[in-house]
Structures are given as structure tokens and as C-alpha cells.
């Protein structure tokens, strides 16, 4: 069975495997390591292994080579891009920061290692409310690219002078609050967990603050913090609002509660174009190897070890 060559590819070769929450099953199974993309830079700072083999899109690959020059990289499937990091180029980037000479650069781990490069700080979303408030009041921030990422953590912080990046990611911005008010009218005992991405986000945190929902009701949480909240949770109905890989491993590791997803729609195509039998083939070829030039690598690994050291 493939599994099992692949099994047997991993420890002959010394590979460790990441995954992301929106991998297929199959991927999730033969996985070392599932999770969302801190929980998995984490992992490929710290692995002991020589080879990662990073099941996830392309900039999570970029990420763990940057942090891990030292390891090889591999990706099953190369064109495992993503909407939201190809929001915004280079070019644009420096233009923006030269209007800006004194902001912080805040960017979001999905982005490419060029763009990153060009960063002071980078966040993923479990934790780009800490990471804005770690920088002085009086700093300018420019946050980029998810505009829907960027307006909650602006509402979180209260923050006034931070620009945000009109980027988004096609998945996240079709969940919309029509999805979710629609379900939060029917199904009146359930928990809604939502991710800071979704186009949903920041009119249901009006909601939520003017008293329209219990605030119990409604989190907002990244793909981990979702994972976190549904074993702590006395509740046994959640709707989802992300990407519906998740529901596979919050169905796995929580068998006796309910999960509905707020849009079945919302699949990444480029999460789901990794397979089992590419992950064999990267595996047994060493195919696919991931870099980073050096120059860029050295320049956003700053900004990616201030996004480690900030939880
Ligand atoms: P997190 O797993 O960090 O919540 O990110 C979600 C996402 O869209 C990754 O592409
Ligand atoms: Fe990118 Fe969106 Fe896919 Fe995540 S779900 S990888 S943000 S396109």
C-alpha cells in the first residue's frame, strides 16, 4: 500500500511531514505533524530530521526553508500557490513602504520569501493581534496583504494608524455573513468559530459587540485556535467558518460533536492538489526540493524569527 511505502520512504530517508488543516485526509493520516501554519513553522524550526517534506502551499515550504537552511525542503506539488499571497508583488511593496519611510512592514506569513524580505515583522493569524501590539503606539503600521486579517486586528487593537493591504484570499472572502447569519438564525445552540480571513469576520464582530449575540457564540480564531476551542468547549454543535479540510480532523479527535460547515463551498484548490501519490513520488524521487536564495532567506528570517518569538 502506498501508505506504508511511504512509511518506509520517511524513515530510510530521515523525513519529517508537515501538514496543514486543509490537506485531505489521506495527507493529514500520514502526517507527523498537523496543524496550522505557526504551529507548523514551529515545527520545521525545531525538527531533529534532514528532510522536511512540507505537505501545504508554497510560501509554508518557503517558510520552513528559510528558517531551516541547513534542511531540505520538498514540496509535493509545486504549484500549490495560494490567492492571498499572490495579492501583492515586490514592486508594489517598496512603492508602498517609500510612501510610508517611517511605518513598520507587518506581513502575514502568507506571502512569498521576496516579499517577506522586505519585512519588519511577520504574524500568522493566531497570533497578528500580539504581534501589532508589540510595536510602539506612535509607529505608523503597514499591514498586509488580508484586508479582513488586517480590520479585525486593527478592532482588536484599537489601533488608528495602521494601513491595511486591500488583499484577500478567494476562499476565505466567500464565506460571507449571509453564510453565517443564516445558520446563526437556525441553529440557536451551536458555537460559531470563525477565521480572522473570512469577509464575514468584521461585520459579525460589529454584531457581536452591539449586543446582537452572545459573544460566547462567536469566536474568531485561527485554524489551531479552533482546534483548541472545540476539546475545551462544553458545547457539542460548531459551525466552521474556514476552509472545510478542518472538519475531518475536529470530527476525528472530537467523535461525539457535531461540525457544519458555514460555506461548502470553501475548498482550497491548491491545498487539495497534494495527494498521497505525490507525496510518494517527492518522497521517493526527492523531487519538488524547495529554496530560497540566500540573499532573501537572510533578510526575512528576521522578520519570520520575531513572528517564532511572539505567541
Ligand atoms: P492558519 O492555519 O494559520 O489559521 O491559516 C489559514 C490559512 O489560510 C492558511 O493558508
Ligand atoms: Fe491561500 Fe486561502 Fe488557500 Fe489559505 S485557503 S492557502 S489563504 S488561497
Known amino acids: ?87 501583492i508583488n515586490l514592486e508594489q511593496l517598496k512603492k508602498w513602504k517609500s510612501e510610508h519611510p517611517n511605518a513598520i512592514a507587518v506581513g502575514y506569513v502568507n506571502t512569498t520569501a521576496e516579499i517577506k524580505s522586505e519585512l519588519d515583522y511577520c504574524c500568522t493569524s493566531s497570533n497578528a493581534v500580539n504581534v501589532v501590539k508589540a510595536i510602539p503606539d506612535d509607529k505608523e503600521i503597514l499591514f498586509l496583504p488580508d484586508m479582513f486579517l488586517g480590520s479585525y486586528v486593527a478592532k482588536m487593537t484599537g489601533r488608528k494608524n495602521m494601513l491595511i493591504w486591500a488583499g484577500e484570499c478567494h476562499v476565505h472572502a466567500g464565506i460571507t455573513p449571509d453564510h453565517v447569519k443564516e445558520k446563526l438564525n437556525s441553529l440557536a445552540n451551536a458555537e460559531f468559530l470563525i477565521h480572522p480571513e473570512c469577509s464575514c469576520t468584521t461585520p459579525m464582530m460589529y454584531d457581536v459587540a452591539n449586543g446582537s449575540y452572545s459573544s460566547n457564540q462567536v469566536q474568531i480564531l485561527s485554524t489551531e485556535g479552533m482546534m483548541n476551542h472545540v476539546k475545551n468547549s462544553k458545547s457539542n454543535e460548531f459551525v466552521v467558518a474556514t476552509e472545510t479540510g478542518i472538519l475531518y480532523r475536529m470530527k476525528k479527535q472530537n467523535p461525539d460533536k457535531k461540525f457544519i460547515p458555514a460555506s461548502e463551498k470553501a475548498e482550497c484548490e491548491y491545498m487539495k492538489m497534494i495527494t498521497l501519490e505525490k507525496v510518494y513520488n517527492s518522497l521517493l524521487n526527492e523531487t519538488n526540493v524547495v529554496t530560497v536564495p540566500k540573499e532573501t532567506a537572510d533578510k526575512a528570517r528576521l522578520a519570520i524569527e520575531r513572528m517564532l518569538a511572539i505567541s
Open 1 to 87: 500500500m502506498l501508505k506504508d511505502k511511504i512509511e518506509e520512504l520517511k524513515k530510510e530517508k530521515d523525513v519529517v511531514i508537515l501538514a496543514h488543516n486543509y490537506e485531505i485526509p489521506e495527507v493529514q493520516d500520514i502526517a507527523d505533524f498537523v496543524g496550522d501554519s505557526l504551529g507548523l513553522a514551529r515545527q520545521a524550526a525545531k525538527t531533529p530530521h534532514k528532510t522536511i517534506l512540507f505537505c501545504g502551499v508554497h510560501f509554508m515550504a518557503e517558510t520552513a526553508a528559510i528558517i531551516s537552511p541547513e534542511k531540505k525542503v520538498l514540496i509535493p506539488d509545486t504549484n500549490a500557490g495560494c490567492s492571498l499571497s499572490d495579492s
